[in-house]
DNA sequence: TCAGAAAAGATTGCATACGATTTCTACCGG
DNA sequence: CCGGTAGAAATCGTATGCAATCTTTTCTGA
């Protein structure tokens, strides 16, 4: 096999399914906000450019509509999700609801391996911060919801886990388009504390700064109806 | 297999989205047992089944697949899912981190019209339980997770009311596979406890209820792995 | 008789084709 | 100048065809 026509870093899915690459890939960029939201997603382009036919491009798009970053109407195509206000707020509660529960189970089953996984990633998160630029902020955001993701994986539920992959997901649409400031910077600190609890064992403790936490990320939006919600309709694409 | 026998109404899913509607109906046939576990669910039998090319067949399969009902291996088809007791576990961990909750965001928004659709719902519950066969047995089964739906709808969070949707019809499965005795009698009546706290709006009642209930539906399941999981999954076709 | 290999059959993965629907554009009457 | 309409272009929904893969059957040799 040739090593040149591995032209992109997707190789380990070389051998899986294309259409699954192509969804990570396109949730990558939604998340980073490469693709702004109302951005069309059409299945021809999508085909063309990932090199395939629209029937698998179709199938990625499907995908992600469930995940709730696609929006498709029907013979119309597919766009970026925009979520509404209240929809952002239902993404926030449904966190509430959940996230405080997995940090108790992750904190039960917290080995040193896992505390070395964390380290490792908030070391990253914190050098994102520091840098400045888009790029940065980009991989800092993206950076920034791994923490979670990587705490979903401590507690083993996969079921919980790809719950919680969907909701970090639309989380970052929903700061996208409703965050204020940047965040992160005190989600690092709280994000360190939470990890403090869980090496602990205090379970109580960690799923408390958990819904602090979020709390606090929820805080940063602004989730006022800018101009009427059927102009923002009007002018989502 | 006759699960398209049910003459087709074709009245509201019409125009919509035809993948949708078999999906709908392949959901039910699983939900109700009368697709057993393991079964074999091919792109043909289903498109012609339903009339419809294989296409289409693919999108529903595909559709239930990211939902846990159906499990799906590459260039083998697909099966309706055969969860694992640590899966079963699993469903009922997520269930207990997130339906007390629901039931608190549901106490909160009861109106005389939610009371009276849970009336409704809870009298069909118990006539099904009151009435001997399969067939009304299978009607309890849907029933008794059509109670959980409801309160989810009522919560008025669209995220977690998919979520729910998920969790409730992998429940069957599980129940179906590991269950021992009709849980149901004396989930009817939890369930009518459950609705009177939410009347009264005491939320906290209702939520401890539901924590209950849900423990008793898991108590009623025997998880022992039976014959190892090795043999398990040799027989699961 | 049985293990192993080869061929036949069935089923999936994917690409492509074609009709249907929507969107864009140019033209016309007011 | 503008709104409305007919035609063109683009896009989607779906069916179908072919190659690849898996499964089953059949055949061969010990």
């Given at each position: 096999m040739n090593i040149a026509d591995q032209t992109f870093p997707a190789a380990d899915s070389a051998n899986e399914d294309r259409a699954q690459a192509i969804r990570d890939q396109l949730r990558d960029a939604i998340v980073d906000r490469r693709l702004a939201p109302g951005t069309k997603l059409s299945e021809g382009e999508v085909g063309t450019l990932f090199d395939v036919s629209r029937t698998v491009a179709r199938a990625a798009l499907q995908m992600l509509s469930f995940e709730g970053l696609v929006r498709t109407e029907r013979n119309r195509g597919a766009f970026v999700a925009n979520p509404s206000p209240e929809e952002a707020r239902q993404v926030f509660a449904s966190r509430r609801l959940i996230e405080p529960g997995i940090a108790i189970a992750a904190a039960g089953r917290m080995t040193p391996a896992h505390v070395a996984a964390f380290k490792t990633q908030l070391e990253e998160e914190g050098r994102f911060i520091a840098e400045r630029g888009p790029s940065a902020r980009r991989s800092e955001i993206k950076a920034s919801g791994d923490f979670h993701l990587l705490l979903a994986s401590v507690a083993g539920n996969v079921i919980l886990q790809r719950f919680m992959e969907e909701l970090v997901a639309r989380s970052s649409l929903v700061i996208a388009l409703y965050?204020?400031?940047?965040?992160?910077s005190c989600g690092h600190s709280e994000h360190m504390q939470i990890l403090e609890a869980l090496e602990n064992g205090s379970s109580e403790r960690a799923s408390a700064l958990m819904l602090r936490h979020i709390d606090h990320i929820e805080a940063d939006l602004d989730l006022r109806v800018r101009g009427g919600p059927a102009l923002r309709q009007a002018l989502e694409l």
């Open positions: 965050g204020r400031s940047g965040v992160s």
